[in-house]
Each structure stands twice: as C-alpha cells, then as structure tokens.
C-alpha cells in the first residue's frame, strides 16, 4: 500500500558529500517518521537518523555533525545531506517510515522500508 523509492548514492570519497532522497507513494494518510537505516558487510542494521513529521531529527553518534536529514511533508519526501564522508560509511541505505494507512476501514499506523541503495567505499 505504501511505496519508498530512493535515489541518489554513489561512491564514498573521504570528505566528499553524497545526497540521497526518499519518496514515498500509496494510500498514504500520514506519516509520523521517516528514518535512515545502513547496513554494512557482516554487521547488523542501523537506524542512524530520523525525523518526526514535526520536524525533530534524531541521530546517531556516527554521523552526528556530518549528516543531515530533511523532509518535506508535502511531498511526502525525506532527505538524507552527507558529508565529510568517511570510508567507513561505505554501506547498504535504506529508508524507512511510520506512515498511518488505510486497512480496509480501520485507519493503522505500518512501518515500511525502501528497497536500499548502496554506497560503496573507494578503492
């Protein structure tokens, strides 16, 4: 019922910036969050950034003072700022939201994930 679809990415270059973007789509009534997600080789998923449909942004420690998310509510868009890349942010992104739907007559809050969007380390 709900779609994220993200964009954007490429390749880590030490100090370099990357943007990505996340739209979502579908019987959408709301959403509460959107979030960023990374998983690396061999670790385990991350949440490392998130912001509430009022805007308050949450990060991890990792990429706080280096990332920035951003959304547009209109557009039912999140944006994810990254700079000061380092290699170790080499990874799978994914984006992810707390969006209130349409289930037949009930209204329920899902959580949803895009389909991931590598970023690759320079070698």
């Known amino acids: 019922q709900v779609q994220l679809v993200e964009s954007g990415g490429g390749l880590v270059q030490p100090g370099g910036s990357l943007r990505l973007s996340c739209v979502a789509s579908?019987?959408?009534?709301?959403?509460?969050?959107m979030g960023w997600y990374r998983q690396a080789p061999g670790k385990q998923r991350e949440l490392f950034a998130r912001i509430t449909s009022g805007g308050t942004t949450n990060y991890a420690d990792s990429v706080k003072g280096r990332f920035t998310i951003a959304s547009d509510n209109a557009k039912n868009t999140a944006y994810l700022q990254m700079d000061s890349l380092k290699p170790e942010d080499a990874a799978d992104y994914y984006c992810n939201s707390d969006t209130r739907v349409w289930i037949s007559t009930y209204l329920r809050v899902h959580n949803y994930w895009g389909q991931g969007n590598q970023i690759t380390g320079y070698s």
């Open positions: 579908g019987r959408i009534v709301n959403i509460y969050t």
